[in-house]
C-alpha cells in the first residue's frame, strides 16, 4: 500500500513555466516532508524539505506548499530551466520511526528549452 | 568530501545466482539504508542499520535478501536465488544521525538485472 500518493506521473513545462508536483499521505503521524531530485544514473538528492508547524517554505526557485487538514503537500518550481529536468520524489517520515522514509512513485519532469 | 559509494555500478545474473551489493557509506555516518527503486514504482524501504542496534529488517521483501553491517561502516546487501522481479536499482543512503530531520544522502545506486 502506498503510504505517499503522488501525481502527476510525469510533467511537460517550457522554460519559464511553473511546474507544481503533488502528494498526498493518510498517515498522521508522518511531520517530516522532504522533496529528493532525481538526475538519470544518479542516486536522489535532497532538494527541500518542511516540518507540518509551517504552511509553506521556499529556498531559491524551490517552494513546498503544505496544508495540513487535507493532508497534502506540493512542490512548485518557479522559472523552471532546463537543467530542472528531472525525475522528484516527494517523501514522509513519521517521528516514531527514525529516519525511514516512505517515498512517492516519483514525477517526470522535462522543462522545454 | 567523498559521498555514498556503491560497487558494482551494474550486475547482470542468472536467475537463481546469489549477488552481493556493497555500499560505503559517508565517513561517521551511523545511519544506513537500502532502498530498492524499481521502475516506476518510487524508492521502496528495505532495511536501516543504526550503529549497534537490532537493524529494521522491515521492508525486506522476502527472507532471499539479507544484509549485514561490518564495523559501523560498509554494509552488504545479499540477494540468494535471484529471481527476474529482483531486477531493480538498488540504493543505499547514510546520514549522520538516525533522527527524522537528518538528511539522508545517497549513492548512485547498483543495476541488477536478473536474466
Known amino acids: 500500500q502506498q503510504q505517499v500518493k503522488q501525481s502527476p506521473q510525469s510533467l511537460i513545462v517550457q522554460k519559464g513555466g511553473i511546474p507544481i508536483i503533488n502528494c498526498a499521505y493518510e498517515?498522521?503521524?508522518?511531520?517530516?516532508f522532504p522533496w529528493y531530485q532525481q538526475f538519470p544514473g544518479k542516486g536522489p538528492a535532497l532538494l527541500i524539505a518542511?516540518?507540518?508547524?509551517?504552511s509553506e517554505k521556499k529556498e531559491g526557485r524551490f517552494t513546498i506548499s503544505f496544508n495540513k487538514s487535507a493532508k497534502q503537500f506540493s512542490l512548485h518550481i518557479m522559472d523552471s530551466q532546463p537543467g530542472d529536468s528531472a525525475t522528484y520524489f516527494c517523501?514522509?517520515?513519521?517521528?516514531?520511526?527514525?529516519?525511514?522514509?516512505?517515498f512517492g512513485r516519483g514525477t517526470q519532469l522535462t522543462v522545454w528549452p | 568530501g567523498a559521498g555514498v559509494s556503491q560497487s558494482p555500478s551494474n550486475k547482470v545474473t542468472e536467475k537463481g545466482k546469489d549477488v552481493e551489493l556493497r555500499c560505503d557509506p559517508i565517513s561517521g555516518h551511523t545511519a544506513l539504508y537500502w532502498y530498492r527503486q524499481s521502475l516506476g514504482q518510487g524508492l521502496e524501504f528495505l532495511i536501516y542499520?543504526?550503529?549497534?542496534?537490532?537493524?529494521?529488517k522491515s521492508g525486506l521483501p522476502s527472507d532471499r535478501f539479507s544484509a549485514e553491517r561490518t564495523g559501523g561502516s560498509v554494509s552488504t546487501l545479499t540477494i540468494q536465488r535471484t529471481q527476474q522481479e529482483d531486477s531493480a536499482v538498488y540504493l543505499c543512503?547514510?546520514?549522520?544521525?538516525?533522527?527524522?530531520?537528518?538528511?539522508?544522502?545517497f549513492g548512485p545506486g547498483t543495476r541488477l538485472l536478473v536474466l
Open positions: 518542511i516540518r507540518p508547524d509551517v
Open positions: 498517515n498522521t503521524a508522518f511531520d517530516y
Open positions: 542499520f543504526q550503529g549497534n542496534s537490532a537493524p529494521d
Open positions: 517523501a514522509a517520515s513519521p517521528g516514531s520511526t527514525l529516519g525511514r522514509l516512505y
Open positions: 543512503a547514510s546520514s549522520q544521525s538516525p533522527v527524522q530531520q537528518e538528511t539522508q544522502y
